[in-house]
């Protein structure tokens, strides 16, 4: 099954005797397409409604965000003049992955800030004479986001640089960051409080960093709103109807993994973008779409399927006609322009969470984590007991699963894989680490893949908090969670703050692993000492 159309072309495939059809058809009945656009918040259920009539504001950006172009296009021309030409980005979540994926779908530098990692920040910590900041933070107080800002704050003023002309703070109207932010003198950008974070593509949050840092934002919109009408069409020919109704059959019948794997599309970070979009919106409720994002066609999990998964190619090379449909699984592939693909899969997602019976407004579990997380920083909760050492690796594991007797590295991640439902189990690996510097360890997920033969994912902690982390927590008690953290090459403070990069990342970590074991998740976790144990692991694991 395939629709075409100049920006964006579908194809589609559904097992033989699937409800697909059916819940298209009911779809289409529902003018679910046409409800979506005009802002209709019945269409999730009563216990979803309040909260989406907060949030269907994404729907009409391609038009609404038209006046950002030619202002943050402005304020560029004044920086470069100046000779501040490098800009970074200090954001979480949907604060970050878009602007991440816009700039590099145009081959344009950003630097990605979204880590608490001390040498992960402190890397970024170069060039300030030419550098600029956007600080982006939805609510205006995530702890991760307003660190890095303090700590720009003081190199820039350590370096007798004026922070009122580097920084730009991009928040929701009246949040605590705006004023603050204006209490200080620095340019402010207010994004549309009717959008959340994750359908925040083509507000401020997406298009001021992206826009600043040399991006045709204009052509993004023009992407968008040239799918616009065929995406709030009530027709059984609407892509995100056909996707979302995908998706969403295919999640009642038990498929709840989605393999997503770019096919030659030149915005290679779009699968990161999507894991987001579609974990936060879906995972909830004991239900969800668990995106498992892959390198290449010949991937574990894409090319050694499994009945649980759907399989999403997007890009050029595998668009095309019917034959490329899956003939007796659940596919689709997708072919778009970047600023309709963004727009199509948020279309689609809130259709999916329709079908599934979930609201894809909220995030419920997101902040369990957070909760946890300061907590351990006020001193409270309990710090969590060693099982053994190894080496420079330390062991530590949640109650419950791990057998007696085990004291050494391997023989523990086999205890944990053993944990694994062979039918609709998958492995999530988490790494509090710099995502920069030990990038080879991503590795382990191909590896871990092959080695059980169930969908596994890699998450660079914490910015998988504010993605997977939600069906992690409120998705299918399916998971197995193996946590690495480690010591960093030198701390860093936090000025005005009483705690620390290290341990406020320490604290995120082991608040996770505590609210996930609460929930009766298997959790392990690996704590290196020492860098030189990532080999280790990665032998361990791969």
Request: with cysteine; aromatic share 6%.
């Amino acid at each position: 099954m395939s629709s075409t159309d100049p920006a964006l072309e579908l194809v589609v495939g559904a097992p033989e005797g699937s409800s697909y059809d059916a819940v298209l058809e009911g779809l289409v009945a529902d003018g679910v397409a046409s409800g979506i656009a005009s802002g209709d918040a019945t269409l999730w259920g009563p216990a979803a409604e309040d909260e989406a009539g907060k949030r269907l504001g994404w729907t009409s950006l391609s038009t609404r965000s038209r006046p950002l172009v030619g202002e943050v296009a402005a304020l560029r021309d004044e920086l470069r003049s100046a000779g501040v030409t490098r800009v970074v980005l200090c954001g979480m979540g949907g604060s970050s992955l878009a602007p991440e994926v816009i700039c590099g779908a145009d081959g344009v530098a950003l630097d990605v800030l979204d880590s608490s990692d001390p040498d992960f920040v402190r890397a970024a910590l170069v060039r300030l004479d030419e550098t600029v900041v956007v600080v982006s933070s939805k609510s205006g107080g995530t702890v991760e986001t307003d660190s890095q800002k303090r700590v720009f704050e003081q190199a820039f003023t350590d370096a007798g640089i004026d922070p009122a002309g580097r920084i730009v703070v991009v928040t929701d109207p009246g949040s605590p960051l705006e004023q603050s932010a204006r209490e200080a003198g620095y340019r402010v950008f207010l994004a549309d409080p009717g959008v959340g974070g994750r359908y925040s593509a083509l507000t401020a949050f997406g298009l001021v960093p992206s826009g600043l840092a040399g991006v045709d934002t204009g052509r993004l919109l023009d992407e968008a709103e040239a799918v616009r009408p065929l995406l709030e069409a009530d027709s059984d020919e609407n892509p995100a109807l056909r996707l979302g109704a995908l998706l969403g059959a295919a999640n009642r019948a038990g498929a709840d993994k989605m393999v997503l794997v770019n096919a030659g599309a030149p915005y290679a970070g779009f699968g990161d973008w999507a894991e987001q979009l579609v974990a936060e919106s879906t995972g909830k409720d004991g239900k969800g779409i668990l995106p498992v994002v892959v390198a290449s066609d010949d991937a574990p999990n894409l090319s050694t399927s499994t009945p649980d998964e759907v399989l999403v190619t997007f890009g050029p090379d595998h668009a095309g006609g019917d034959a490329d449909a899956p003939a007796s699984s659940w596919g689709a592939h997708v072919d778009a322009t970047l600023g309709a693909q963004l727009l199509l899969w948020e279309h689609a997602t809130a259709v999916a969470g329709r079908v599934i019976g979930i609201n894809p407004f909220d995030q419920p579990d997101v902040e369990s984590a957070k909760a946890a997380a300061r907590e351990m920083l006020d001193g409270g909760g309990t710090s969590p007991t060693p099982l053994f050492t190894e080496g420079a690796i330390t062991v530590y594991a949640s109650e419950g699963w791990l057998p007696p007797g085990v004291a050494d590295v391997e023989h523990a991640v086999r205890a944990l894989l053993t944990q694994l439902d062979p039918d609709h189990g998958y492995v999530a690996v988490q790494a509090y680490l710099d995502r920069h510097r030990d990038a080879a360890l991503a590795r382990v997920r191909d590896g871990l893949a092959r080695r059980t033969g169930r969908p596994t994912t890699f998450g660079w902690g914490p910015r998988f908090l504010h993605s997977t982390g939600q069906y992690h927590k409120g998705g299918p008690d399916t998971g197995v969670y193996l946590q690495v953290t480690g010591e960093p090459e030198s701390d860093l403070a936090v000025p005005g703050r009483e705690f620390t990069l290290h341990e406020f990342l320490t604290a995120q970590a082991v608040g996770d692993g505590s609210v996930l074991a609460a929930k009766g998740r298997p959790v392990l976790r690996l704590h290196l000492s020492s860098a030189a144990e990532l080999d280790v692991v990665r032998q361990v694991l791969g």
